[in-house]
């Protein structure tokens, strides 16, 4: 089975070609073109610039994954319908839409945080071959727009635990990058700079670190960064680090622990880390030590495809096929299909 996949729910225009063979994800191609450095002179993301860039990127995009050959040979288009900027999710959704339509094919609409949660099945054969040995599993879906404990009972089958109420991790990670005028996106830099630093030179709270529930907070934090550089008077490179390392061990505790207690409480059988905050280091290595002592095995993202890329799309589509998820859109229904800006994993929560 091979499947083309469109991802372009916020600034990343991505496209992948999977070849699905019984037991072996072949990824036959995969393209992500970021507009970071378009973004990165306002500090964020801004919706109308990312969605004209999406509009330039997408066709030739397309014309260098599919070359010659066009669509011989690909049974289903994949696209990431939410959630996501809508105004970003529809310039994905309408080529795929288009292509789809035309050349008589299935299309399977993907939820962004399955594609993020795939993105392990994309770097551990073991779970393509055994995902029984390991599921459930507790997923810690942590990106720039959500941060989320999801207990996955199977393909398809999840159930939210517990999320944050204000801040997404990544979101704090970049808007302490920049209180510390330190760049956009922050968690790469926030991180690196942590490196450098003194865990315990700031003692930052660690918010709902001991709430009876599985839900987060992350803005507090961001203010007691803001009110500890309001206090100084002029900051050096020692205190950026130091502040850069005493807020990222708090994030980590507080997700780390929480991760854990969950994973005991549902008796998981291993714990997956997802999205783009999956890139760092410090969470990585606190996941997998905490995991090891309860003898859990512990999955995460090859740095490749912690970000948002096309290459896990293409994998939850495939998923969704095999399971025969409602997602997979008929020809003649392709046309109805609208973005889901707020499309959430699991509507219920436990
Ligand atoms: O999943 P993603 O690429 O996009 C969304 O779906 O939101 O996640 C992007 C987020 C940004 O907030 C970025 O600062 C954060 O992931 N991030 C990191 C690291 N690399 C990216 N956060 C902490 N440490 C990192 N190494
Ligand atoms: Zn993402």
Not at 2 to 7: D, P, S, T, V
Not at 79 to 100: C, D, I, M, R, W
Request: charged letters at 20%.
């Amino acid at each position: 089975m091979r499947i083309l996949a469109i991802e372009s729910s916020c600034d990343e225009t991505a496209i992948a070609l999977l070849e699905a063979k019984g037991q072996s994800l072949n990824l036959l191609k995969n393209q992500v073109y970021s507009q970071i450095s378009i973004h990165k002179k306002y500090g964020g993301v801004v919706p109308e610039v990312a969605a004209r860039k999406h509009l330039e990127t997408i066709i030739p995009l397309l014309g260098s994954i599919l070359g010659k050959d066009k669509l011989k040979n690909i049974d289903y288009l994949a696209v990431t319908a939410g959630p996501g900027l809508v105004t970003s999710l529809l310039l994905g959704l309408t080529a795929a839409k288009t292509l789809a339509y035309a050349n008589k094919l299935p299309l399977v609409a993907v939820n962004h945080l399955e594609g993020h949660v795939y993105s392990n099945w994309l770097t551990s054969s073991d779970l393509v071959k055994n995902p029984k040995k390991f599921l459930p599993a507790l997923v810690l879906i942590v990106s720039g727009g959500h941060t989320e404990l999801v207990l996955m009972k199977g393909h398809g089958q999840y159930q939210s635990i517990g999320r944050t109420l204000d801040d997404a991790a990544g979101e704090a990670y970049d808007k302490v990058a920049k209180l510390l005028s330190l760049g956009y996106p922050g968690g790469p830099i926030v991180s690196k700079w942590a490196d450098k630093g003194n865990t315990k030179a700031y003692d930052f709270p660690k918010p709902m670190l001991t709430s009876p529930n599985f839900d987060f907070s992350f803005s507090g934090l961001k203010t007691a960064v803001l009110y500890t550089l309001e206090k100084k008077k002029n900051i050096n490179k020692k205190d950026i680090a130091d502040i850069c390392a005493s807020f990222q061990a708090a994030v980590v505790e507080v997700l780390t622990t929480k991760a854990m207690i969950a994973a005991k409480k549902y008796q998981v059988k291993s714990i997956m880390l997802a999205g783009g905050v999956a890139a760092n280091k410090a969470l990585q290595q606190s996941l997998l030590q905490k995991s090891k002592s309860q003898n859990l095995p512990f999955f995460y993202p090859a740095a490749n495809y912690t970000g948002d890329n096309a290459a896990m799309i293409a994998v939850a589509a495939y998923y969704n096929v095999v399971a025969k998820s409602g997602r997979i859109i008929k020809n003649k229904d392709i046309l109805t299909l609208e973005p889901e800006a707020n499309w959430q994993l699991s509507k219920n929560k436990i």
